[in-house]
Each structure stands twice: as structure tokens, then as C-alpha cells.
């Protein structure tokens, strides 16, 4: 009825066409536009063809070699991540682990620290003259291995990284029904055996997502190799020093490096997505497993390797907040206690705190709605345009984020619409590199909820509109919120592709840490560092209190 | 290969809640034995402690000679069909057929030998490169018989393997099961909870209720002869009408509501004395006369035509309802508020002391008496 009203010129314009038309509008604008740009920037200077700047790269093997070097780390990293992360997801799942809704907490919270963090305090605690390496040169003439280049981003990595393959694989771990690990055992097929010949090929479609988001964040992740890598230089440092070395507003350079970074990330991304399709089956558990008890030296096998993992990688971000309360002396930290890098910390970048929450806000909600709108979209309306839509919204997974901030920056510079420096180009920014994980999840939602509770509603007289707002979007609510609450913490972590669009008066705090590690103000980074920790820990609490669960998943 | 199952004095607690106290149990070799109970009765919990998916509290497991108490669940030799089938859903039908026998270490020509007899009895034969998913639930069903029946266990377990299926499958279904087993001879403990499909299959069935067994016989002996009142409920449809036994004249007379006394001829010699009684009168135990006023006074007050038989509804003149169901006569239905007389096919009837515990009608067979006299 309601289309029938507002028919014109044999088109049928429902609200949703609209919608659909709109958002394909704004990734036009703000997604394909830029990328476009991008690679004219790359190929095109004073308007004439040129492949100059991609020979520049691949002829030098300065260049080459730190592509070679990224790939090392990241495979490594990845692996690393896979031998720590499976286990503890396999122990953590089948088995009483004591104080585990503590352990889950700290392990996500590993995961949620901006990456430089756990660089930097790695240095504080295994550097030249951490806290470690000094502890056992001095007490025991023990010298450690340096921790600097591929060392110490592989550890760094890992560390960070384990906890998304433990989140990825608990999540495939719950999938499966307990009865199939019961029929295994039946036929002859326990303990080890039954890991290595039922589980791991059950959970082979998630452990290779999970392997690769790993390598993709290992990948593009910068600020890792460039506080820790010192003459180790990978790729995403390339890409930032490309960028940032360029004088004036040529930018071309750094636009083929960049462009460079898709194509491998593309080729990684539909490779994996090649090999996933040869792992394709359907899962659903009536009866998931039940955690068992141990008993005996086994349990505290299990026990001992779940809270030392956890604890190794939790260690440096309480070691930095333990410095932020240190007296601080230039860039040394000095005997005895006081609050005077908070005090620094809100006298000299003080924007930075309500930034975080302004900008990240804002993100947040444009996120949010535009997320529902797609996901009903593509869940509901499957047509043409749509399908376009879904195709587009995965694009961002794939583009590393300094590469985001690059076309951002290329594209926005300019006339006419100049929106480089703004706090809008940050938020555009932010929307762009998370919203791909929020639409999936509301997706997920989406499908939980039958059509015909709509259909109902529409047949009740509702427009199609308030159908969907009135109902769909009330038995959403929860599923969305919870999904938002995540998506705030990556948004206020997100390092690479603000790094390269902020300026003074956008400063958010995972930036000002970033800007005092690297200018040596250690004691206030640690008390940014301290604060920003302390929100991801309020929002992750109320998370589990809005979802009502213990369990996370993303 | 088949063995003999037999448990004594089972227990099993969550905590401090014990769900089973002192069962025993028999099975003989080549039976197909069913557990059959409401759920919550402990039927799944017994038949996972078999299995050694459940701790056992107490009590010992033998099969054969053999204690399995302490046997990890994969020593055991059992064939287990799982309620969701368990089905894994990474492996084609064949693979999932050789699993158990892979775990083996057999040669190879043995495995394929083995697999593809068992794809071939099940009748799976051309799915063998399937992916589950693309299964019906009754070809599900065969993968999980074949698999759990290809590395020739002793034992074969079954947890309520029809219940994800529809009736008419269910039905298809139980039939090819008892078939299986009849042809593979091989001891098999089945669980569930509809009785229509326990007597379908079963050699003998125990019937459990809150952790106890209540009465453990063949299909026949139960339907005719339970020993309680709640057997007599739970298997097949019946009528609970309440009377009263009088002794004249060495005489056992059944009075029936409305004063209807029939003579009973199959009381036992110990119940002969005056006593409140529970009557359990199935609904073709009932014979209905419209014109013979000797019998129990009703008025029907609804009817069903299923063809083979017809459903009455009817109520008595205390308004106690009954169902009669009679074969389908060539002329008209009996009117709903017709006032007809009920006779009683006084042999087959169950007489049941007032609190239902015991049947006082001789010919009560119940091999669960061994374990708690």
C-alpha cells in the first residue's frame, strides 16, 4: 500500500530504494572515491602517465627486503599466535579453569591495548635497560637476547595478537555439539588424537579466519616495528615514512606504495578465501561441550599454562601502569610516587580526553545506524544494488589503515571538499576501517529474527518503516548494543589510520600516548595509557552487563 | 561377539542429588533391550554410564565377565547412535563410516572392505561422497547406524535415535533398526521415550520412573500384565476407574460405578478380601450395547472415525470420562448423547490395589522382581 502511494514514472521508490541509493552515495563518496584517487595519484603527475614511483620501489631492495621482512614477521607472528591461542581456547573450553570469567576479561584486554603500548612497555621491561634485563644482568650476569627488530615485534605481535585466534576459536569451539566428541571416543578416538583429528579440523573454517585477521593486523601494524624494529623496517613503516618524507602535497609516492599494500593484501585476502571454500560444512550444537574437571598434576598443567600465557601478556600494560604513578624526571623515571603525570598529561594535550569521546562518539553512532541500515539491506532487500553494497562494505577489511588515512588524505586535501585537518575527515576515517565488523555482526542478528514478525506488522498497518523500527529494531537492540560496545573499544585503540590524519586539535588519546612515547614523555604516556586502559575496561564491563553474558565474542 | 550386559546396584549423583539408587539390570546377548521412561526418569544417564560418558557412583558394569567401570569410554567396544546422530560434519558419509574403523589401524583393503559393507546394509551406498549437510534426516540417521555399527562393537547404544525425525520416518526408520539388528545379532540397549516405538522394536523393555524400574518384560507382558498402575498408563491408553472388591462366596466381584458388578476370576489368592480397588480398562476392553442394559451406564458425548477403529468419548453417570474404541461398523456412528451400556472383557482387565502399586491380577511377569525381592 505504502508503494503504491508514492509510484512514479513506473518505478517502484520504496524508503529502503532510497536508503540504498544513499548509502551507495556515501561509499561512492567516502570509500571508492578516494581509493580512485589514490591510484591517480600513484600513476598520474602533471597529468601525464607514469609508472615511475611503483619502479622506484620494486627496483630497490631497500624496499623490497622490508616487504620480505613483513611477510617473515607476520607468517611467524601468525603461527605463534595459532600455537598459543588454540590450546588455551581448547583448555578454556573443555575444561574448569579456576577464576575464568577473570581470565577471559584480561586475555580481551590484552587484545584491546593500542599495539605501541605493548611495544613500549616490552622496552620498559626486556629494552636496553628494562626492568628485566637489568634485573638479571645485575643479579645474575645473565645478558638476554636483544629484544629489538624481529624479536621483539614477534613477540610483541604474538602477545597482542593471541587473544583474537583465542576469541575466534572459543567461538567455534561453542559451535560444536558434545556428541561428537563423545562418538570420537567412541570409535577409538580420544585425548590428543581426538584434538588433533576431530577438533582442529571442526574448527579449520575459523582457525583460518583467525589466521587471517592475525596476519592482516601483524601485517599492517606500525607502530609496532617502528618503536621496537629500530633498523628491522617493515613494510606499514614504509608506507608512513613514504607519506610523511614527501614535501609539499605530493603525495605519490606514498599513493603507489599504498596501492602496492592493497594488491597483497587482496592476493592474501581471496587466496584464503579460496582455501576456506575447501573447508565448507555446517555446525550447530543442541548439547555444547561441557567444561570437565581435572584432576591431578593434568589440572595443574592446564591451569599453570592458561594463567601464565595470560599473565605474560598482560604483565607489560600493568608495568605501565605502574610507572604512570612513578616521579618522573625528563624521560627518566626517579625513586618514589606522585600523580604529576596525570597532572602533565591534562595540562598539555587535555583536548585529547574529550576528543576521544567527541570523536570516537560520533564514529560510534554514524557506525551503528548506518550498520543497521545495511545489514537489513543486504539480509532483507537482496537485490542488485544491494548486493553492490554487501560487496562494497567488505572492502575496508583488506585495506591496511594507514592506507585508509592516505586516500583520505589525498582525496580531502583539495577542493572541492576539503575536510583534511577536520575532526570529520577522524570520523569518517574510524566509520570506514570498523564498520565492515559491525555490519557482520548485525548480520548475524538480522538473521535470527524471522521475517514474518515484520510482515506481521506491516499487514497491522505499520509503513514499512516503522515496521522496522518499532519492531525489528527493538528485538535488535541488544544484539546491536553489545556489538556497539566492541566496536567503541576498537574505536578509541585505532592507531594507524588516525596517526596519519590528526593534528593538534584532534588529538584522541591513543594518539597523545603514541605522540609522548615517541617524543620520550614516557611518565605521561603511561598516564594516558592508564586512562584509556581504564575506559576499555568500564566499557567492557558494560558490555557483559548489557549482554548478560560472560562469554565474548566478536 | 555379542555379549551379555549386566549391572548391579548402579548409582549415579549430580552432587548430592542421586538421580539413580541401586539398579540392576540384565541384558542377554543378541537382545534388543529398551529403556523406556518420561523424561527425567534417568534412562539417558544409565545408558551414557554404559557408555562412560557418565561417572559411575556406585554399583558395577560387566559385560560379558569383563568390570568396565574404570574402562575409558573408547576401550569399551561400543557402537553408540547419538540423538542428533553426531554426525561430523566435516567428512563425507564415507569418511565418517571408516572413522571408528581408521582408529583401529587396519589395513587398508579391511577398512574399505568394512565401510563399504555397512554403506551397502544401510543403503547409503551411492551418498558415500556426501558432505552431511546434504543429507536428509533419515539418511542421517543410516550414516550414524552404519558408522557406530562398522568397527563391530559388542554393544550397540541407542539414545532416542527417532526423535529428530518425522512420524512417518520414525516409523520407516524403527523398522530398518530391528532389521539391522536382527541380521547383525548384536546386544543393543535402546532409549526412548515413546512406548509405541519401545514396543515396536524391542525383545524386552524396562520401564523406568524416577530413577527406578518399574517393570522389565517383553512388549506383551506389559501392555497386558503391568505391574503398577503408573505401567499400566504409560504404556498404551487406558481407562483409571476406581471400585471396589467384595469376596462372596469365594467369588472375587469387581463393583464398578454406578454399582455394575462383574465377576473376576483372575484375582490372586492373596488379594481375596474386601479392598478398595483401581481399575485399569483399556479402551477395547470395553464393549459397548445400546440396547443389554447389564453393564456400567454412559452417554456419549463425542466420537472419532479412523477408519479401522471408531473413538468414543463418553461420561459415566458420576461424570467420570472414558474412551472405548471399537472396530468400525458398517452402520451409523452411535449419536453423541446416546445413553449406552458398557460391557467389560473381564479376563484382559488390570485390578490395581487403591494406591496403584500392585497389580492384583494373576499372570503379572516382571523380571525386575529378581533384583528387589
Known amino acids: 500500500m505504502t508503494a503504491m502511494k508514492v509510484e512514479k514514472k513506473g518505478i517502484r521508490w520504496d524508503v529502503w530504494k532510497i536508503i540504498s541509493i544513499s548509502v551507495l552515495v556515501l561509499y561512492g563518496l567516502f570509500l571508492l572515491y578516494p581509493l580512485i584517487k589514490l591510484l591517480l595519484q600513484a600513476v598520474f603527475v602533471d597529468g601525464q602517465f607514469t609508472l615511475e614511483y611503483f619502479n622506484q620501489f620494486l627496483s630497490r631492495n631497500y624496499y623490497l627486503e622490508t616487504i620480505v621482512n613483513s611477510f617473515s614477521v607476520s607468517i611467524c607472528a601468525t603461527l605463534v599466535t595459532l600455537v598459543i591461542g588454540i590450546p588455551l581456547a581448547y583448555f578454556y573450553q573443555m575444561y574448569e579453569i579456576k577464576g575464568k570469567t577473570l581470565l577471559q576479561i584480561i586475555i580481551i584486554l590484552c587484545s584491546m591495548s593500542a599495539p605501541f603500548i605493548g611495544a613500549y612497555s616490552w622496552i620498559l621491561l626486556l629494552g636496553r635497560n628494562g626492568l628485566i634485563t637489568a634485573g638479571l644482568r645485575d643479579l645474575f650476569g645473565i645478558r638476554l637476547p636483544s629484544i629489538y627488530g624481529f624479536n621483539g615485534i614477534l613477540l610483541v605481535l604474538s602477545l597482542q595478537l593471541f587473544p583474537l585466534v583465542f576469541l575466534y576459536v572459543s567461538g567455534a569451539l561453542k559451535n560444536i555439539d558434545n556428541s561428537l566428541l563423545e562418538a570420537a571416543e567412541n570409535m577409538g578416538c580420544s585425548g590428543v588424537k581426538r584434538f588433533f583429528k576431530v577438533v582442529i579440523p571442526l574448527c579449520m573454517p575459523t582457525i583460518l579466519a583467525a589466521t587471517l585477521l592475525v596476519f592482516m593486523r601483524a601485517f599492517a601494524d606500525f607502530g609496532t616495528p617502528l618503536l621496537i624494529g629500530e633498523g628491522y623496517k617493515t613494510f606499514p613503516v614504509i608506507i608512513y615514512n613514504a607519506y610523511f618524507s614527501e614535501a609539499g602535497t605530493n603525495h605519490s609516492f606514498g599513493a603507489a606504495v599504498s596501492v602496492i599494500a592493497i594488491v597483497i593484501t587482496a592476493i592474501i585476502f581471496l587466496g584464503q578465501r579460496f582455501i576456506n571454500s575447501k573447508f565448507q560444512f555446517t555446525m550447530n550444537a543442541l548439547h555444547p561441550i561441557e567444561r570437565k574437571k581435572l584432576h591431578g598434576w593434568k589440572n595443574i598443567a592446564v591451569n599453570l599454562y592458561c594463567w601464565i600465557v595470560v599473565m605474560i601478556s598482560f604483565a607489560p600494560q600493568i608495568y605501565v601502569m605502574y610507572t604512570s604513578f612513578q616521579k618522573t624526571s625528563g624521560k627518566l623515571f626517579m625513586p618514589g610516587y606522585s600523580l604529576d603525570s596525570y597532572r602533565k598529561a591534562f595540562e598539555n594535550m587535555g583536548r585529547a580526553i574529550p576528543n576521544t569521546f567527541l570523536i570516537g562518539g560520533a564514529a560510534l553512532i554514524i557506525v551503528i545506524i548506518l550498520a543497521v541500515l545495511i545489514a537489513y539491506l543486504v539480509v532483507r532487500r537482496n537485490n542488485f544494488l544491494n548486493k553492490i553494497i554487501d560487496t562494497l562494505s567488505m572492502i575496508p577489511y583488506i585495506i591496511p589503515g594507514s592506507v585508509v588515512g592516505i586516500a583520505l588524505v589525498i582525496a580531502f586535501n583539495k577542493q572541492p571538499l576539503v575536510l583534511a585537518g577536520t575532526a570529520i575527515i577522524m570520523i569518517i576515517a574510524l566509520v570506514i576501517r570498523r564498520i565492515p565488523y559491525t555490519i557482520r555482526s548485525s548480520v548475524a542478528v538480522l538473521q535470527q529474527i524471522p521475517m514474518s514478525v515484520e510482515e506481521a506488522a506491516i499487514s497491522l498497518g505499520a509503513s514499512k518503516l516503522s515496521a522496522f523500527f518499532k519492531i525489528t529494531v527493538p528485538m535488535m537492540a541488544n544484539g546491536i548494543l553489545s556489538g556497539a560496545i566492541l566496536s567503541w573499544i576498537t574505536i578509541i585503540t585505532e592507531l594507524s589510520t588516525a596517526i596519519i590524519l590528526y593534528n593538534l586539535n584532534t588529538i584522541t588519546l591513543t594518539l597523545a600516548i603514541y605522540v609522548n612515547v615517541s617524543r620520550g614523555s614516557y611518565g605521561i604516556a603511561a598516564a594516558y595509557a592508564t586512562i584509556l586502559t581504564c575506559t576499555t575496561i568500564i566499557s567492557l564491563l558494560l558490555f557483559m552487563k548489557v549482554s548478560k553474558s560472560k562469554e565474548i565474542t566478536f | ?373
Open chain 2, 1 to 373: 561377539m555379542s555379549v551379555n550386559i549386566k549391572i548391579v546396584d548402579a548409582v549415579k549423583k549430580y552432587g548430592d542429588n542421586t538421580i539413580i539408587s541401586d539398579l540392576s539390570l540384565d541384558v542377554k546377548e543378541g537382545e534388543f533391550f529398551t529403556l523406556l521412561g518420561p523424561s527425567g526418569c534417568g534412562k539417558t544417564t544409565l545408558l551414557r554410564m554404559i557408555a562412560g560418558f557418565n561417572s559411575i557412583e556406585g554399583g558395577d558394569f560387566y559385560f560379558n565377565d569383563t568390570r568396565i567401570n574404570d574402562m575409558d569410554p573408547a576401550k569399551r567396544n561400543i557402537g553408540m547412535v547419538f540423538q542428533n546422530y553426531a554426525i561430523f560434519p566435516n567428512m563425507t558419509v564415507e569418511k565418517n563410516v571408516a572413522f571408528g574403523l581408521k582408529n583401529r589401524k587396519l589395513p587398508k583393503e579391511e577398512i574399505e572392505k568394512q565401510t563399504d559393507k555397512f554403506l551397502k546394509l544401510m543403503q547409503i551406498d551411492e551418498y558415500r561422497d556426501r558432505m552431511p549437510d546434504r543429507l536428509s534426516g533419515g539418511q542421517q540417521q543410516r550414516v550414524a547406524l552404519a558408522r557406530a555399527l562398522a568397527i563391530t562393537p559388542d554393544v550397540l547404544l541407542m539414545d532416542e535415535p527417532l526423535s529428530n525425525l518425522d512420524a512417518k520416518l520414525r516409523v520407516e526408520m524403527r523398522t530398518v533398526i530391528k532389521q539391522i539388528q536382527n541380521t547383525v545379532g548384536i546386544t543393543t540397549i535402546y532409549v526412548t521415550h515413546d512406548q509405541e516405538e519401545a514396543m515396536a522394536v524391542s525383545d524386552r523393555i524396562a520401564v523406568m520412573k524416577d530413577g527406578d524400574i518399574q517393570h522389565i518384560g517383553t512388549p506383551k507382558a506389559l501392555y497386558q500384565r503391568p505391574t503398577n498402575l503408573f505401567v499400566a498408563t504409560f504404556i498404551g491408553r487406558t481407562n483409571v476407574i476406581n471400585g471396589e472388591l467384595k469376596i462372596k462366596d469365594d467369588n472375587a466381584h469387581l463393583v464398578l460405578p454406578g454399582g455394575y458388578e462383574v465377576l473376576m476370576d483372575t484375582i490372586k489368592k492373596e488379594e481375596m478380601h474386601d479392598q478398595k480397588v483401581v481399575a485399569s480398562i483399556r479402551p477395547e476392553e470395553l464393549i459397548v450395547s445400546e440396547h443389554n442394559t447389564d453393564g456400567i451406564k454412559a452417554t456419549i458425548d463425542d466420537s472419532i472415525f479412523l477408519g479401522l477403529n471408531t473413538h468414543y468419548f463418553v461420561h459415566f453417570e458420576d461424570g467420570e470420562k472414558a474412551e472405548i474404541i471399537q472396530e468400525s461398523k458398517i452402520d451409523s456412528i452411535i449419536p453423541k448423547g446416546t445413553k449406552i451400556y458398557l460391557g467389560i472383557k473381564t479376563e484382559k482387565i488390570n485390578v490395581f490395589s487403591e494406591d496403584g502399586s500392585r497389580n492384583l491380577v494373576t499372570g503379572v511377569v516382571n523380571d525386575n522382581d529378581v533384583y528387589t525381592k
